[in-house]
């Protein structure tokens, strides 16, 4: 596909070989926040909790489901969650996810409509201060990346900063094919709940 999509692009998800996508995962990776000791003297390591969700929503934009940490496949197991991961990248990058949602369209509901990304802050850590957080939206598995089609760069966009829940896009069918909407953008939610909520009044 060789997209890079800006927040508020869309795409059907026509492949350039004319086929249509069919498997998505997105990953999201993070660090640990390094904190300083007293008068600078040594430094410590605060655990992260970022958590991904995936809401699935209907024509009436009805809440059908969310896959989350604590509930990490969909009944159908079209939606899977890699688990989740409390800490974070405790001792640098080490360049892979820290969580993964995988989405087969084959495998969707028919009367599945929208499929919306969402993250959160579990403890209320402010996005701007978690080293290297990002998420990237892509073709493959989570052993494998073909093609990137969305990224957001959340500990270096000040956009992000001040707030612990985002939208990261929406796929959504229509005409009986799946598109892609490229959110990208903070909400002022403080947990999931919340954020499915916004995601239903103001993105679908």
């Known amino acids: 596909m060789a997209i890079n999509l800006e927040k508020g692009q869309r795409i059907n ?4 070989n004319g086929s249509t996508l069919q498997n998505v995962c997105v990953g999201i990776n993070w660090g640990a926040i390094e904190r300083k000791g007293l008068f600078g003297l040594g430094s410590s390591k605060e655990a992260v909790d970022l958590d991904g969700s995936c809401a699935l929503f209907d024509a009436d934009k009805k809440l059908e489901e969310v896959v989350y940490f604590g509930h990490l496949k ?6 899977k969650h890699s688990g989740d991961d409390l800490t974070g990248d405790v001792n640098g990058n080490d360049g892979k996810d820290n969580e993964v949602i995988t989405l087969d369209f084959s495998m969707l509901n028919p009367s599945t409509t929208h499929v ?4 959160n802050s579990f403890k209320g850590q402010d996005f701007a201060k978690i080293p290297f957080a990002s998420i990237r939206i892509y073709e493959g598995t989570p052993n494998r990346v073909n093609e990137v089609f969305a990224k957001y760069d959340i500990a270096n966009d000040a956009g992000f900063a001040g707030h612990v829940s985002m939208v990261m896009g929406v796929f959504y069918k229509r005409n009986n094919e799946w598109k892609f909407n490229a959110i990208g953008e903070a909400t002022k939610d403080r947990d999931l709940k919340h954020t499915v909520e916004t995601v239903a009044k103001q993105y679908l």
Do not use: D, T
Request: charged share 15%.
């Open 13 to 16: 998800l026509q492949k350039s």
């Open 74 to 79: 969909s009944k159908n197991g079209a939606v």
């Open 116 to 119: 919306a990304f969402v993250l």
